[in-house]
């Protein structure tokens, strides 16, 4: 099982979603939700494999969705949500729910 950390600098809440693509942990999906607080953090635990985040601040009606990811190993992943241009994780407008 791997840690992945979401970092929320901003001064809203953010509703998050780690979305495994594909596979499956027991009878449930890979997909993991939390509600991380302004200028805070959170984390889950999910097994190897690939996800991607979406997330939704508080307030707001657009759905975000981050680049895909794989987790090979334990080692884990931390992603920070903050708007910046020309940033290393690319976010695009989800087509999809939380």
Not at 26 to 39: C, P, Q
Not at 52 to 81: K, Q
Request: hydrophobic fraction near 35%.
């Amino acid at each position: 099982m791997a840690i992945v950390v979401i970092q929320n600098p901003n001064d809203k809440a953010v509703d998050v979603r780690v979305a495994g693509k594909g596979g499956f942990l027991g009878f449930g999906k890979t997909d993991r939700s939390l509600h991380v607080g302004a200028s805070s953090s959170g984390s889950v635990e999910v097994p190897k494999g690939s996800y991607t985040v979406r997330y939704r601040f508080t307030g707001e009606t657009n759905v975000w969705e981050g680049d895909s990811f794989t987790l090979d190993a334990e080692a884990g992943a931390e992603i920070t949500l903050q708007r910046v241009s020309g940033g290393n994780y690319g976010v695009r407008a989800s087509g999809t729910t939380l």
